[in-house]
Each structure stands twice: as structure tokens, then as C-alpha cells.
């Protein structure tokens, strides 16, 4: 595979499972955007309420993803219906885990869909947090918190 194939757009909910395959480590993560009455709003992106997901990517290995345009205005995107069926088999699935950079916020985007993500879960922003030694140093595991 070239470095270029390592990264790659789908737009077909079997091309998503073609990609993940039987990995039960998954990293994904939302990309939003503002809903159009509210696009000159600060930070409106991170506001279920006032934004809707973009794109989703997926990750199952190091130096590999894929990325799913689910509501570019431009360019194909997946069908909806077929993806949000996919997604929500993905994250209610107790055999996978679920790892997301920021799961409160995916889980908030997700909740505001109908779709309440089940354990496993990862979260790497949590894992920062509470192995962090200092502002410059992280903890090593054989530290005591």
C-alpha cells in the first residue's frame, strides 16, 4: 500500500467495513460544521444544537484512516441513512472499543442524533489528564498517581 492509500476518503458504508474489517480497537472522530443560520457564531461547531457532523474518520491501525464526508456541501458524501444505521451499530457495539480523542464531545454530537455511545470506551484527552506528571513531563506506569 502506498502512503497515499494509508489515508483515504470513502463514500460507501461498505468501503467503512471493508476498512475496519474485524478490529475490535477503533478510533473515530467527528468533524462538524455550523448549521447555516448560525455559521458567524463563535465556536458554533461544538454546539449539537447549532451544528451537524460533517465527516467521521476512522482509525484501526497506526499510520492508517480513512475519512467519510457525510455532509460536504461539495463532492459525494455517503448516503445518511446508511451511515447513521452503520454508526450506530458501531457505538452501541459492547465487543468493540471505542476510542475518540474527545468522547464527550462525540458523545454529545452522537446523543443530539438519538445515538448513545456504549461501552468500551477510550478516551485519550481523559488518559492525558489523569497520567499527566506536569504541565511538561507525563507519568510513566510504574509511577503512583
Excluded at 444544537?49 to 467519510?68: D, F, L, M, N, P
Excluded at 450506530?88 to 475518540?100: C, S, W
Aim: proline share 4%; charged share 25%.
Amino acid at each position: 500500500m502506498t502512503q497515499n492509500e494509508n489515508y483515504r476518503s470513502v463514500t460507501a458504508v461498505t468501503e467503512i467495513k471493508e476498512y475496519i474489517g474485524n478490529a475490535k480497537v477503533i478510533a473515530f472522530d467527528y468533524e462538524t460544521a455550523p448549521d447555516i443560520d448560525f455559521h458567524e457564531e463563535d465556536r458554533v461547531a461544538l454546539d449539537p444544537a447549532k451544528s451537524h457532523i460533517v465527516g467521521c474518520s476512522y482509525s484501526v491501525e497506526e499510520g492508517t484512516a480513512i475519512y467519510v464526508p457525510v455532509a460536504h456541501l461539495t463532492g459525494e458524501n455517503v448516503d445518511s441513512a446508511e451511515f447513521w444505521k452503520f454508526q450506530e451499530q458501531f457505538l452501541t457495539d459492547p465487543t468493540v472499543i471505542k476510542i475518540a480523542h474527545n468522547l464527550s464531545f462525540e458523545s454529545m454530537m452522537s446523543y443530539h442524533l438519538g445515538i448513545v455511545i456504549q461501552p468500551p470506551v477510550y478516551d485519550t484527552i481523559a488518559a492525558c489528564q489523569l497520567t499527566m506528571k506536569s504541565k511538561w513531563e507525563f507519568r510513566k506506569l510504574s509511577e503512583a498517581v
